[in-house]
């Protein structure tokens, strides 16, 4: 039994495949390997870890069948064709949990940076410009006591409105489909429409899967309805947000800021304005880059390729 790697996952993934004597070819080279490469390595391995989801469409399953799993190195699925996937027979795995400390962290760092200026400042330093400045200049606010809106309140948003409420006193609304129980005990947090938290959020932060519902259900007609001092932040999925919508708000002072994990495309191209614009913060998909996090998505993929090879249920299943 083989899996193909298509990337380089950290060193406990192998440890465990080694343990218990399952092969692998890791694809170690740059550039990253093409569609038509990733299916003909797949078809001389009985398994796959996919780091990313471009490319996993029907057409990859109808090809790849013989597949006894894929393991996504990821906890998000929206680019791959699941019904596709289950029409061909293959079980496909994802990391769920283990990320939403490092992702819920992100977000927070997002909000401190644009609240405080903090990337702007920095570059203002390098342009020689920390001059004498006045105590009613480069003022941001508190995070502290303000009202956090956050869309799509599963496990990642949980975590964040814990540290927040905990450690800030922040109020918490959300909007959701099912109602959150737990949070609304545990944390106070209050579902409401979706108009009411664009109203009423000094930072609305985005933890939703991309679906045909929620893509590009962020544009100017939300922006417009966000407070002026409000920021927006994205941790989950750059199509959630129409960019060009989203530049102009940020260009026209309609909202505060933005900070961006999270864009549409991936990667971003160094020439894109929101790059250059002060009150907007953009970073290159980290939610999940910390050591401990992704060592435990490889360790949750691997063990998906484990089950998927000897034909048991997987521990974190995507398939219905
Ligand atoms: C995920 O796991 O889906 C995160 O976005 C990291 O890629």
Redesign the pocket.
């Known amino acids: 039994m083989k899996v193909f790697i298509n990337k380089i996952i950290p060193e406990i993934g192998f440890k465990l495949l080694d343990e218990v004597g399952i092969a692998y070819t890791v694809w170690k080279e740059k550039p990253i390997l093409d569609r038509g490469q990733a299916i003909q390595f797949c078809k001389g391995h009985d398994a796959f870890i996919s780091v ?2 471009a490319g996993l469409d029907a057409d990859f399953f109808k090809e790849c069948n013989h597949l006894k799993v894929v393991a ?7 680019g791959v064709d699941i019904k596709a996937a289950t029409e061909n027979g293959v079980p496909v795995g ?2 769920p949990n283990v ?1 939403n400390k490092a ?1 819920a962290e992100t977000a927070l760092l997002l909000m401190l940076t644009v609240a405080r200026k903090a990337l702007y400042l920095h570059n203002k330093i390098k342009k020689g410009e920390w001059g004498a400045s006045q105590p009613t200049q480069d003022l941001g606010f508190d995070l502290a006591g303000k009202t956090l809106g956050i869309v799509g309140l599963g496990r990642i948003g949980t975590e964040l409105a814990k540290i927040v409420t905990q450690s800030w006193g922040m109020k918490i609304l959300y909007h959701n489909r099912s109602t959150n129980d737990e949070a609304e005990k545990e944390l106070g947090a209050k579902k409401v429409s979706m108009d009411e938290l664009l109203v009423q959020s000094d930072v609305v932060s985005v933890h939703t899967a991309l679906t045909p519902e929620t893509k590009g259900m962020f544009g100017m007609e939300q922006f417009k309805k966000m407070k002026p001092t409000a920021i927006f932040i994205n ?3 750059g199509g959630v947000h129409k960019e060009d919508e989203l530049t102009e708000a940020l260009r026209q002072r309609i909202i505060w800021g933005a900070g961006l ?2 864009t549409n495309p991936e990667p971003m191209s160094k020439d894109n304005p929101l790059l250059e614009m002060e009150n907007a913060v953009v970073f290159p ?1 980290i ?3 910390t050591k401990e996090t992704r060592d435990e ?1 490889s360790r949750c993929a691997v063990e998906n390729v484990i089950a998927g090879l000897k034909g048991d249920p997987l521990p974190y299943p995507v398939n219905p």
Not at 72 to 78: A, K, P, Q, R
Request: glycine share 14%.
């Open positions: 990313g989801q996504l190195h990821s906890v998000g699925f929206d994802n990391t990320l992702t941790t989950a999925r994990d999270v998909h939610g999940s880059a998505m």
